[in-house]
């Protein structure tokens, strides 16, 4: 009888998803997808999903799955530049935009702050990106810099790994700083890292608590940390280690420059502190309410670590809601 009734479902749609986890070296793109895969788990239910890689040059199977498909979405991160032949962790070519593979972005995010894009890049983002479909962006900046070559078919959702943080959710969140222990994490990447104000950041760290935590999120962060300060406690580079430390028994607040660390903590329950080292964390700050502050603003650093305060991260509700309901429509043509 379940086979009889499945028959007279309507037909299933077939999905591509773009991993933008897979060949990344960065384990914020795991939680990144993680959310990706949550948000989605009611357009995804009962559909036939391919999964193809994002973060390395696409075969001729990836097109070939992807012009199957009646949606192809990417999941989110830093997938949009100015420079897509050099600055742009999206590995496409010519052949994928003569493809027309309609690709539909959800949560997708701009490649630092950047020049306007150059010629080639406004093409290839114009051959690759849905005409008809509505795309979603991380913060305000990528809207603006996809709206000044002509894509105008978008809106401004944020990351989706925040669209999980209402309001209900915050309120729950701590306001008092914990007694004992931090999470932090720098970031170690060439153009990003600080030493100077890195360095000093793990010594106001230390003064307001008895334990500093630091987790890796990439392979080159535990060098970089041990070279700014040897006393710390690292953290086993998994996600599965990081939920482990903030789901435990320690008091514990988080307080460093990788974003997805910090709202990794936020997800669970936990105090946040992001420290703005690029684009991504100051945008989301000003768009959402993310809890951030300044890098070489150490004098409000200190007073955000001892003061009570609320966190109210507000995800645009609205806007999440039309990007999804497209998904219930009819395909367009």
Not at 92 to 108: C, E, H, K, S
């Given at each position: 009888m379940a086979h009889a009734a499945d028959a007279r479902r309507a037909p299933f749609r077939t999905i591509t998803l773009l991993d933008t986890a897979v060949a990344s070296t960065n384990l914020g793109d795991q939680i990144i997808m993680e959310a990706v895969r949550r948000e989605l788990a009611d357009v995804l239910s009962n559909q036939m999903v391919f999964t193809v890689v994002s973060h390395e040059w696409m075969g001729a199977q990836s097109r070939r799955l992807i012009r199957r498909s009646d949606w192809t979405i990417s999941g989110g991160t830093n997938l949009l530049s100015s420079r897509m032949w050099f600055r742009s962790?999206?590995?496409?070519?010519?052949?994928?935009?003569?493809?027309?593979?309609?690709?539909?972005?959800?949560?997708?995010?701009?490649?630092?702050?950047?020049?306007?894009?150059?010629?080639?890049?406004?093409?290839?983002?114009?051959?690759?990106?849905?005409?008809?479909?509505?795309?979603?962006?991380?913060?305000?900046?990528?809207?603006?810099?996809?709206?000044?070559?002509g894509i105008t078919n978008v809106v401004n959702t944020g990351c989706p790994s925040i669209w999980a943080l209402t309001a209900e959710h915050c309120a729950r969140l701590p306001r008092q700083k914990a007694a004992e222990s931090v999470l932090t994490a720098v970031n170690s990447y060439k153009n990003l890292k600080n030493p100077g104000a890195d360095r000093r950041m793990l010594q106001i760290l230390r003064r307001h608590y008895s334990t500093v935590h630091v987790w890796i999120?990439?392979?080159?962060?535990?060098?970089?940390?041990?070279?700014?300060?040897?006393?710390?406690?690292?953290?086993?580079?998994?996600?599965?280690?990081?939920?482990a430390v903030l789901t435990s028994d320690l008091r514990i607040d988080y307080v460093g420059t990788r974003l997805h660390a910090g709202i990794r903590a936020l997800q669970k329950g936990r105090r946040a502190i992001i420290v703005e080292i690029d684009n991504r964390a100051r945008e989301m700050g000003r768009d959402f309410g993310i809890p951030t502050v300044e890098r070489a603003d150490f004098e409000r650093l200190e007073h955000m670590i001892d003061q009570p305060r609320e966190i109210c991260v507000r995800p645009p509700r609205e806007a999440i809601t039309v990007w999804k309901s497209q998904f219930r429509q009819p395909l367009p043509s």
């Open positions: 962790n999206w590995k496409v070519t010519p052949i994928d935009a003569l493809a027309r593979l309609n690709v539909v972005l959800m949560g997708a995010g701009w490649y630092q702050y950047q020049h306007a894009p150059d010629p080639y890049s406004r093409w290839l983002l114009r051959r690759l990106l849905s005409r008809n479909r509505l795309h979603s962006v991380r913060e305000s900046y990528a809207l603006n810099r996809l709206a000044a070559i999120q990439t392979d080159t962060d535990y060098e970089y940390a041990r070279s700014l300060d040897v006393d710390v406690r690292f953290i086993d580079p998994t996600v599965a280690a990081l939920d």
